[in-house]
């Protein structure tokens, strides 16, 4: 688990968080949402060490990661994904040498022993006869992938993904985020995800972290959402009639599964 408390962080006069305290939850797929400008990308860059808090404490598993210095952070970056909004690929690599490439500088590994994890990565998110193309040489939706079996592959315990459908059509987008949720659940990853993505945050969103104006506004899962009477957070996920009708349905279908019901009978719903 990774524990957020009362975090803030300010840009000469500007507070751009303000006190943000919040659990990122292992196994399950947490999401970061809000407006440009509402705080979001930089509570991120806080919590995986590329920006410094002003005050506050980031623990990982309980430890006080806001007060290493970088000597003591180095073995849980090593425990940290990332899958960039650009993918980052390494343009002058191939594919296999891009997810080969944290295997090549922090593992142990023989170099069989790596070829073969990095071929189970690819493997993984079903990328074939791809490992001796270049970047430029493969569709956007592909270059996500390999940007996925890169995050994976030293066994990550956190995932930190931006917005992962960028620039991605919608098809791609729903495979992109089945894909991030499944190796989520397969491997009871802690995965963050910042994203402005409202089928992901209906679809994806087991824990969901609404910020607005640097503050955490709401907080709840997607289920949760459908329900939810705060103003800010509906006008900001449900702007549009389309939505607000895909809402009322959403609700109608959770009213009828039985399942669901039963669930809120156990008191199994906050």
């Known amino acids: 688990m990774i524990e957020l408390k009362n975090i803030r962080k300010s840009f000469g006069d500007k507070e751009i968080l303000k006190d943000v305290s919040a659990n990122m939850e292992p196994g399950k797929t947490n999401l970061i949402i809000g407006a440009s400008g509402s705080g979001k990308t930089v509570l991120m860059k806080c919590m995986v060490g590329l920006m410094k808090v002003d005050s506050g404490t980031v623990l990982y ?20 994904g990332m ?87 919608p098809q791609t987008s729903l495979i992109i985020d089945k894909l991030i949720k499944d190796i989520t659940v397969e491997y009871n990853i ?42 800010l957070l509906n006008d900001f996920i449900f702007a549009s009639e389309f939505f607000q009708d895909i809402k009322e349905m959403r609700k109608l279908e959770m009213f009828r599964d039985k399942n669901w019901r039963a669930k809120q009978a156990g008191g199994g719903n906050k």
């Open 83 to 169: 899958l960039f909004q650009g993918s980052a690929l390494f343009d002058s690599m191939t594919v296999e040498q891009n997810i080969m490439f944290p295997l090549d500088m922090f593992s142990s590994m023989s170099y069989r022993e790596r070829r073969k994890r990095m071929q189970e990565c690819l493997d993984r998110v079903e990328l074939k006869d791809a490992n001796k193309k270049f970047p430029a040489e493969i569709s956007g939706g592909m270059k996500k992938r390999v940007g996925i079996a890169r995050a994976i592959v030293l066994n990550p315990k956190y995932l930190f993904v931006d917005e992962p459908n960028s620039g991605l059509d």
């Open 61 to 80: 598993n309980g430890q006080d990661f806001t007060a290493m210095d970088d000597h003591e952070k180095k073995p849980i970056r090593q425990e940290i």
């Open 190 to 231: 802690t995965t963050v995800v910042n994203t402005h993505d409202m089928n992901t945050v209906m679809e994806s969103g087991d824990h969901i972290i609404y910020m607005h104006q640097g503050k955490k506004q709401w907080e709840g899962s997607n289920e949760d959402i459908i329900f939810s009477e705060d103003k």
